[in-house]
């Protein structure tokens, strides 16, 4: 008989004040067009899914709704008829039951646009779902765009040479060609991102050069990022065997997976690359063909050699697989007889990328401090969205977007 393990975090569920955090039992939140979650920025009217379980193995009513955001992910205050054509607050309809997994689950899927929701401006979203009660248990962003102008992106050295060996630098060009726009200087608005991550976004970017109709952005500081370091991985899909990430697997009513003592990698004080795919995670069971409802769940404990941080200060594991929140579920919490932070996550069996990040109290992620260190030479992908908006218009769209990877970073 299958035993329900996820009643051993009845506990009481402490919610940081700097993060949403989603509840106990909703777990493998992603965005994603095939089986791996990926950022969520789409173009306006291409289809994607947003999928997650419930491990209360209980077939719920869930029901979704979609906020329209301005760029600082305020609502724009548009009527929903301005920015749906259907309606919204439908019940997710597309679900599967788990299928020879220790710890039941139901599988949900929402796929956009569908016959009864299609999103008519491109923009921030809110997507947001609620259960029977109208209680709202999961809260993630997406971006829809227009492909209406060109934006080219390149990474490059900084030229700030106190952190040349530490930071990535973006040169980015906008070229709007025959699009009539109104006062662009103080209209256009353009956001940079780093692996899709909000927490180190760069906005209210200026154009530093306007040549003919073009904006050019090539600033020395104002466009770097800390580069950070490879995300780390483990790949329990085979959950019988140990592998150079996995050190260790036991079974009580689920599996156990006790990851390799990790170390700062700072402290080797030279790069070392490795493939990753920036923060995502796939789940898949080798031995199955169905990833979605075949993967188990299991517990990964997670173990890091690092000093005792000072008593403002945390350190937390992090992800698409928790769509880098910073609560109480992230956080390690250090072991004195080991001199290293521990935890114990319960995630869906599969390929996962996660990394340490360490934060202040109030969830300010200190990237200069990367315990695993800043290397120009790390791979990262980044977004350039561009955003437009008049002095007449109600809300922010987006009329481009660049992509850029710092494997073809140049000098």
């Known amino acids: 008989m299958r035993k329900i393990v996820f009643l051993t975090l009845l506990c009481v569920h402490f919610i940081s004040a700097f993060a949403v955090s989603d509840p106990y039992y909703i777990k493998s939140v992603s965005f994603n067009q095939g089986s791996e979650s990926l950022i969520p920025i789409f173009r306006l009217n291409e289809s994607f899914q947003f999928s997650f379980d419930d491990l209360t193995g209980t077939e719920s009513d869930y029901y979704y709704k979609i906020v329209h955001c301005n760029r600082d992910w305020k609502p724009s205050g548009l009527n929903i008829t301005e920015y749906i054509n259907g309606v919204q607050d439908i019940r997710i309809s597309n ?10 689950f139901i599988h949900y899927k929402l796929t ?19 259960n029977v009660d109208d209680e709202k248990v999961i809260q993630r962003k997406f971006v829809l765009y227009e492909d209406l102008v060109s934006v080219g992106l390149e990474v490059k050295k900084t030229r700030d040479l106190k952190v040349t060996d530490f930071k990535q630098n973006l040169y980015l060009t906008i070229d709007f060609g025959s699009m009539q726009l ?12 780093q692996n899709g991550q909000w927490y180190n976004a760069l906005n209210n970017l200026k154009p530093q050069y306007i040549i003919g109709s ?5 600033y020395d500081e104002e466009t770097n990022f800390w580069a950070g370091n490879e995300f780390l991985y483990f790949d329990n ?29 700072k402290e080797s004080n030279f790069y070392t690359y490795y493939q990753d795919v920036n923060g995502a995670f796939k789940s898949r069971n080798a031995l199955q063909t169905n990833g979605d409802t075949e993967a188990d769940y299991v517990w990964v404990y997670f173990s890091y050699h690092l000093d005792k941080l000072p008593n403002n200060q945390k350190l937390h594991v992090v992800g698409m697989f928790n769509d880098y929140q910073l609560n109480n579920d992230s956080e390690l ?17 599969g390929f996962t990328n ?15 401090l990367n315990p695993d260190g ?25 009329i481009g977007l660049g992509k850029a990877d710092s494997k073809l970073i140049t000098n």
């Open 237 to 265: 899909s085979d959950i019988k065997q140990v592998n150079n990430t996995i050190g260790k697997i036991t079974r009580n009513d689920l599996f156990e997976v006790f990851l390799r003592d990790k170390y700062p990698l």
């Open 182 to 193: 109104q006062n662009p200087k103080q209209n256009v608005n353009v956001v940079l991102l």
């Open 374 to 398: 800043n290397y120009f030479e790390t791979e990262n992908q980044y977004h350039a969205l561009v955003y437009y908006k008049t002095d007449s218009d109600r809300y922010d769209r987006i």
């Open 214 to 218: 073009q904006f050019v952005y090539r």
């Open 112 to 130: 956009l646009p569908n016959r009864n929701t299609r999103i008519l401006l491109s923009g921030n979203y809110m997507l947001e779902i609620y």
């Open 95 to 104: 679900t599967e039951t788990s299928f020879n997994t220790f710890q039941a």
């Open 333 to 349: 919490k250090f072991d004195e007889a080991s001199q290293s932070y521990k935890t114990a996550l319960l995630l869906k069996q």
């Open 354 to 368: 996660y990394k340490y990040v360490i934060a202040k109290n109030d969830g300010t992620v200190l990237e200069e």
